[in-house]
């Protein structure tokens, strides 16, 4: 059996865009309960701007509050040099930078252009190899932008490209406002899969119209192999008007047993866990 990677974003993706803020201690409930599933990854935390997203002004909290899993990673956004020394502080074992394939929609998410934010970036690079962890890049947009419309497979490749060439290990395709269908998901790998490998891609679909399943069907037919998704389907972005939740990790995991992948995701642990983060929900 093939296996498939699934990349649990629910205390990250999920939480940030509850309009309430979840305590601290329900956020490392979360947490634990995930990493009884057997998850390789939980992104658990997000270094940015609490004022902009006052949602995940804790992390550093919920990193210190966790019980760790010998062989799960515990991630974390880091959007420029001074999230990353906070993300490092905290000892997160994974770090994730986040660009968009649109100019809309990275002027409303982290106030620069594409070339200022991947200028941004540069300088973490050295930094996070030295300490030795992995970094993941996001690529938002893959599609469709909120604020510029469809987006061209051809600025999702050159973004992907130029976050791998920085170091990323993978890097996740973003169906920021879950607007993708199968084909356009098609259209937007086929471009990606000319500049970098599908060993280091990873879909990030949101589910808004309930298409997610059906993209990841596409992506599996292109030759990707991990997959984002937010238990109970937790999610979206507060900077992306009209984004839903993540596609729900437990769909996720059903769909991957129907097409004969192997997760290695507890089940029954799994209903567990999307029972209280359906719990947090406002
Ligand atoms: P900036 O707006 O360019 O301005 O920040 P700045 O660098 O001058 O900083 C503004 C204020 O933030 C200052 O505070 C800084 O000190 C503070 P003030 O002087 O006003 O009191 N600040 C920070 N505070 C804590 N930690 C930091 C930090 N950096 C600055 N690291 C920045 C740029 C990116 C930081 C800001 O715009 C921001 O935080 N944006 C929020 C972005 C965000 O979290 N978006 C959601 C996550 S991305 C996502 O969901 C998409 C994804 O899921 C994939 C997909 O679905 O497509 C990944
Ligand atoms: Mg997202």
Redesign the pocket.
Same mark, same amino acid.
Request: charged fraction near 15%; proline fraction near 8%.
């Given at each position: 059996m093939d296996n498939v990677t699934l990349f649990e974003?629910a205390p990250r993706?999920g939480l940030?865009n509850e309009d309430r803020i979840v305590a601290t201690a329900d956020k490392i409930r979360l947490v634990d309960l995930l990493s009884a599933c057997g998850f390789r990854k939980i992104e658990v935390a997000?270094? +940015?701007?609490?004022?902009? +997203?006052p949602q995940?002004a804790d992390s550093a909290d919920v990193l210190a509050g966790i019980t760790r899993r010998a062989g799960t990673s515990y991630t974390a956004? !880091?959007?420029?040099m001074?999230?990353l020394e906070?993300a490092l502080a905290a000892e997160a074992d994974e770090v994730?930078i986040?660009a968009s394939a649109s100019e809309g929609f990275s002027q409303h998410?982290?106030?620069?252009s594409i070339a200022e934010s991947l200028e941004r970036f540069a300088p973490m690079l050295p930094v996070i190899r030295e300490k030795a962890i992995p970094v993941r890049g996001?690529v938002?947009?893959v599609t469709d932008c909120p604020y510029d419309g469809p987006t061209g497979p051809g600025d999702v490749a050159r973004v992907a490209r130029a976050l791998r060439d920085m170091g990323c290990y993978e890097i996740?395709l973003?169906? !920021?406002i879950g607007t993708g269908t199968p084909e356009t998901i098609s259209a937007m790998l086929k471009g990606v899969l000319g500049e970098v490998p599908a060993i280091h891609l990873a879909g990030?679909y949101?589910n808004t119209h309930n298409r997610a399943l059906a993209n990841i069907d596409a992506s599996l037919e292109a030759g990707v192999r991990t997959f984002d998704a937010a238990i109970g389907g937790l999610g979206g972005?507060?900077?992306?008007p009209g984004?839903k939740g993540n596609v729900a990790t437990e769909a996720v995991v059903d769909l991957m047993a129907t097409r004969g992948f192997e997760t290695g995701i507890d089940k029954g642990a799994l209903g567990i866990a999307a029972n209280f983060a359906k719990s947090l929900r406002t």
């Open positions: 974003m993706d940030q997000s270094f +940015v701007s609490p004022k902009r +997203v995940m956004l !880091t959007p420029n001074r999230g906070a994730a986040f998410n982290i106030n620069c996001y938002s947009c996740s973003g169906d !920021t990030h949101h972005c507060p900077f992306a984004s």
